[in-house]
């Protein structure tokens, strides 16, 4: 699913007012009579008190149709317009009249005026600023933003959490409403996603508002949400007459005294995935428990016991997934070094390697062209630099990956792959995840993909997309503590069979209902 700017969207705007030959207020009317139905399918007429704040835009505008709407079916409402702006919008001065005309005299709120009673049982519909939010909000405009904060009543947002901009950070946090849900026009918006903005949007929906398909379908998009939706369709099936040769022979390079384990589960991990063949390449020291672990995947040992020296192997690998548990070790760096000096297979390279890497970016030049870099928040700051916030990341990784040709994942509650200017922002997962070996699992799984024929930028999508499934499926048995990066393992298989399950989890609407 695209994720458009705002800029987009205006324009998408524009295009279904010319081509389905409607006014601007009708697509309002059609816009807020969507979050009319969603409201009152829940509420069914109860009688609780509805807080409408509206701003003197159109995201105010929306606000006031809506108003309206609940007026004529009855419910107990108040109308708040804050008045930040001289500037109102045709659309909404337009629905204010509505609203005298049905004897609804709103409270306008200016600077100095008090702020009206909100109990914790009301419920708070937040229309103040939409996407076109542009500067900071004026001092008493957060302290109103900060009164529905503080009220604990239930916040459902028009189309995003006011005080949001769209496309950069927010400067002061006390500006922004905290949602608890909401109601987003016709696609999901980039912030809901981001650590630093999505924790405003507790649950988020999006409302089909019919805009322009033609117009959207031809937008060039930076990112993309990615559900079920995108990533079947790259399923590749299994065929009869094939044999373990054609899905690929993966080499997981990695491992060091205490840290075999996640060589184990790399290995575990890319064989599930489908990987016809598996062999790890380890210290000495991992021979025994590896074999006895993992009896299907095959063996070539380092001639140190400790750690990775040299690396040497006989085999021809389709791709290898390198780093994990691997150590920063002087020797290591060393053979890292060599083994990179003269490798053209690709990489999907994760963990210690990626640190290594850091710490000599000369390194960098040698890694294949659209290997993949797989590192956590801290990883990602020593190979790119830090960040001011979330919009800054997402341009330095985007630089980053462009100028070394890769594929670089930044891991998270929503995890972004990026290449060549684009962005694929995953939907599934959970927080039960975050625990050893996880990203061990992943890394085993991208490699296996690659080795199964998928291109290096699906492969990690794909993974990615599995991961978080297998993990969602997994959580449901054991709950969020118990669940072990072996348990993401177990239900690999489940993923790939949820992929052809069209009762649920068929898209990311459905993952946050
Ligand atoms: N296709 C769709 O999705 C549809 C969208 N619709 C709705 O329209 C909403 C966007 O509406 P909008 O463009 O009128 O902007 P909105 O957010 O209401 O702000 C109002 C104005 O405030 C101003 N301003 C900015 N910052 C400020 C500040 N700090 N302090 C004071 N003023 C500030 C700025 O004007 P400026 O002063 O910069 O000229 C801005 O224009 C959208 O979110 C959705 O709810 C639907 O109705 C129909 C279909
Ligand atoms: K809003």
New binding site residues.
């Given amino acids: 699913m695209k994720i458009f700017t705002a800029q987009q969207?205006?324009e998408?705007?524009k295009s279904?007012i010319v081509n389905q030959q409607i006014t601007?207020d009708e697509?309002?009317e059609r816009?807020?009579t969507q979050l009319f139905t969603w409201l009152h399918s829940r509420l069914q007429g109860a009688p609780v008190k509805i807080h409408l704040f509206c701003?003197?835009?159109?995201?105010?505008?929306?606000g006031m149709v809506l108003a309206r709407h609940l007026q004529e079916h009855g419910y107990l409402i108040g109308v708040h317009v804050v008045t930040?702006?001289e500037?109102r919008?045709q659309?909404f001065l337009l629905n204010l009249d509505r609203l005298k005309e049905r004897k609804i005299w709103p409270n306008f709120i200016g600077p100095n005026d008090e702020l009206p009673k909100i109990d914790k049982e009301d419920i708070i519909v937040d229309?103040i600023?939409?996407?076109?939010?542009?500067?900071?909000?004026?001092d008493w405009?957060i302290k109103v933003i900060q009164h529905l904060n503080n009220s604990r009543a239930f916040i459902l947002s028009?189309?995003?959490p006011s005080g949001l901009f769209v496309d950069k950070a927010p400067k002061n946090e006390d500006s922004i409403v905290r949602a608890n849900h909401v109601l987003s026009?016709?696609a999901p918006k980039l912030i809901f996603f981001l650590p630093q903005t999505g924790i405003y949007s507790n649950q988020w929906e999006i409302l089909d508002?019919g805009?322009d398909r033609d117009y959207l379908n031809s937008v060039d998009n930076v990112y993309e949400l990615i559900g079920k939706n995108e990533v079947l369709p790259w399923y590749k099936p299994r065929e009869k007459f094939s044999h373990k040769g054609t899905y690929g022979h993966s080499l997981i390079i990695g491992g060091s005294y205490g840290k075999i384990g996640a060589v184990i589960l790399a290995s575990d991990a890319c064989l599930n995935t489908g990987s016809g063949l598996v062999t790890a390449y380890i210290p000495t020291c991992g021979y025994i428990p590896m074999q006895t672990a993992l009896p299907e995947a095959m063996v070539i040992t380092d001639t140190n016991e400790k750690m990775v020296s040299d690396i040497q192997f006989d085999i021809t690998p389709t791709v290898i997934g390198l780093g994990i548990g691997i150590g920063q070790d002087n020797i290591t760096t060393g053979a890292l070094k060599e083994f990179l000096r003269t490798n053209k297979t690709p990489l999907v390279i994760d963990a210690d390697a990626l640190n290594i890497i850091s710490k000599n970016k000369e390194f960098l030049k040698m890694i294949p062209a659209q290997s993949v870099l797989t590192p956590h928040p801290k990883e990602l700051e020593r190979l790119i630099g830090s960040w001011q916030d979330d919009f800054e990341k997402l341009d330095k990784a985007k630089a980053f990956s462009k100028q070394y040709d890769l594929i670089l994942v930044i891991k998270g509650a929503h995890t972004i792959t990026l290449y060549n200017g684009k962005g694929y922002i995953n939907t599934t997962g959970n927080p039960g995840m975050a625990t050893a070996g996880s990203g061990d699992v992943l890394t085993g799984m991208i490699t296996g993909l690659i080795a199964q024929g998928y291109d290096s930028l699906r492969a990690t999508v794909f993974a990615i997309y599995l991961h978080g499934r297998s993990g969602d499926l997994a959580v449901e048995q054991c709950g969020y503590q118990a669940l072990t990066a072996s348990e993401i393992i177990d239900f690999i298989g489940d993923a790939f069979l949820d992929l052809f399950n069209v009762q649920e989890g068929s898209g990311p609407q459905e993952e946050m209902e």
Wanted: hydrophobic share 40%; proline share 2%; net charge negative.
């Fill in positions: 969207i205006y998408a705007d279904t601007s697509l309002m816009a807020a701003g003197i835009g159109n995201n105010g505008g929306d930040y702006s500037k919008s659309d229309a600023f939409g996407i076109g939010l542009n500067r900071t909000p004026d405009v028009v189309d995003i026009f016709q508002i805009l």
